[in-house]
């Protein structure tokens, strides 16, 4: 019943209820497999045989696998992996370095203080003329 | 002791204050177990806290990333999608061959 080109349904995991296609035998109890799953490694205890066949290889591409899917009426909804972005420490290091190469900003000269004999008030004004 | 904090409501814990002395303190009581809707056997990995405790908790910590996890046990949801996948087989031969 197990055998390449079978189409099955995923009974446990989070694919669960998806159908699949048998692409290649691993092992005694392990099988690859591809469709509306993602391409992987599956043990043949958590997939249920359905009464169709697909024709293909071992070891077919996932291409193929889509067109096969296709002529049975299941549309196939490809999802590219995710590039996986930059660790945080390297951009720490990028800031860094940037931060080195930066010139100094230099320290704008001090304003000349202007110092000018503070003009007398009318006070004082006034207790100098008193004193006369 | 305050009248409501006798009865049984509300649950005891003993705790240690700074002052070295033991007092208890009166919270309220975790919710039941999460249970199958179809057998009724208890769920694994699916925790007892309060809701607003839940609130903090990530979605993929409270239950199994699975089609019904959560609700169906590991059980329950293999075979319900082999009931599910051989109806629907069998629906699209009867098509076929009206």
């Known amino acids: 019943m197990m ?12 694919d669960s209820g998806k159908k699949c296609v048998i692409v ?8 690859l497999v591809d469709g509306e799953t993602r391409r992987r490694k599956c043990n043949m205890s958590h997939l249920d045989p359905i009464n169709e066949k697909i024709d293909i290889q071992t070891g077919a591409d996932h291409k193929k696998v889509v067109d096969e899917f296709k002529k049975l009426g299941i549309e196939l909804i490809e999802t590219k992996p995710k590039k996986a972005g930059e660790r945080p420490r390297q951009q720490r290091l990028k800031n860094k370095q940037a931060l080195e190469e930066k010139p100094k900003k230099e320290k704008p000269a001090k ?14 004004k006034t207790l100098d003329s008193e004193s006369e | 002791m305050v ?19 033991v007092t208890t303190q009166y919270r309220k009581r975790k919710p039941s177990k999460a249970k199958c809707h179809n057998c009724g056997e208890l769920l694994k990995g699916v925790p007892r806290e309060r809701p607003y405790k839940m609130q903090t908790m990530a979605k993929t910590s409270k239950r199994p990333e699975r089609p019904y996890g959560g609700q169906l046990c590991s059980k329950c949801s293999r075979r319900m999608m082999i009931l599910k996948s051989r109806s629907l087989s069998e629906a699209k031969e009867n098509d076929g061959s009206r």
């Open chain 1, 3 to 14: 055998e390449v080109g079978r189409l099955c349904t995923k009974i446990a995991g989070r």
């Open chain 2, 3 to 21: 009248k409501e904090q006798r009865s049984r409501t509300l649950r005891r814990v003993k705790v240690k204050t700074p002052g070295g002395s």
């Open chain 1, 111 to 124: 304003k000349e203080e202007k110092k000018t004999a503070p003009e007398e008030t009318k006070l004082e």
């Open chain 1, 24 to 31: 290649e035998i691993i092992d005694d109890s392990y099988v």
